[in-house]
């Protein structure tokens, strides 16, 4: 606000500086002075515009990240990794304990995140490309995890 008010200040007071030097100029030469005054005024005017231009456009383009923004992102990153890794480690227990491939099993997790120093299993849905016996995976997880498990068995899909 306060560069605001000074660039205003000191386009008024050269305008005003531009006139008068126009007023007590010789007649023959008013001409060329009104042009230089002109020109003067214009640079004098500009110049405080395209750097406050640039400082617009600088102020436009960084992203202000506060401090909470960075532990906001933080902590998705911490639980996109928990729920990772209790994927990877819930298809790697349901292939060694069912004698399934690996690659045939697609966990999905659903985390309850209402309390973070104790994040949950709120629901998995677990998907297996082979033929398999859904009913006893999805009881033992259910036993396993104490939450509502959904497994679908997709052999259209089997490789």
Same mark, same amino acid.
């Given at each position: 606000m306060e560069a605001l008010k000074s660039y205003l200040l000191t386009a008024m007071l050269a305008s005003l500086a531009a006139s008068?030097?126009?007023?007590?100029?010789?007649?023959?030469y008013r001409t060329y002075v009104r042009y230089v005054a002109g020109l003067a005024l214009l640079l004098l005017l500009t110049i405080p515009l395209t750097s406050l231009a640039g400082d617009l456009a600088d102020?436009?383009? *960084?992203?202000?990240?506060?401090? =909470? *923004? /960075? =532990?906001?992102? !933080?902590? *998705?990153?911490?639980?996109?990794?928990?729920g990772r890794t209790m994927s990877? /480690?819930?298809?790697?227990?349901? !292939? /060694?304990?069912? !004698?399934l491939s690996r690659e045939a099993i697609t966990v999905k997790l659903t985390l309850d995140l209402s309390d973070l120093s104790a994040i949950s299993i709120y629901r998995v849905d677990l998907t297996v490309r082979v033929m398999c016996d859904a009913q006893e995976i999805e009881h033992y997880?259910? *036993?396993s995890l104490d939450c509502p498990?959904?497994?679908?068995?997709? =052999?259209?899909d089997a490789q």
């Open positions: 008068l030097l126009i007023r007590i100029s010789d007649p023959r102020e436009l383009s *960084e992203t202000d990240v506060t401090e =909470e *923004e /960075q =532990e906001q992102s !933080a902590r *998705e990153e911490v639980i996109g990794e928990i990877r /480690q819930i298809g790697d227990i349901v !292939a /060694q304990r069912f !004698a997880l259910s *036993e498990v959904t497994v679908t068995v997709a =052999e259209g």
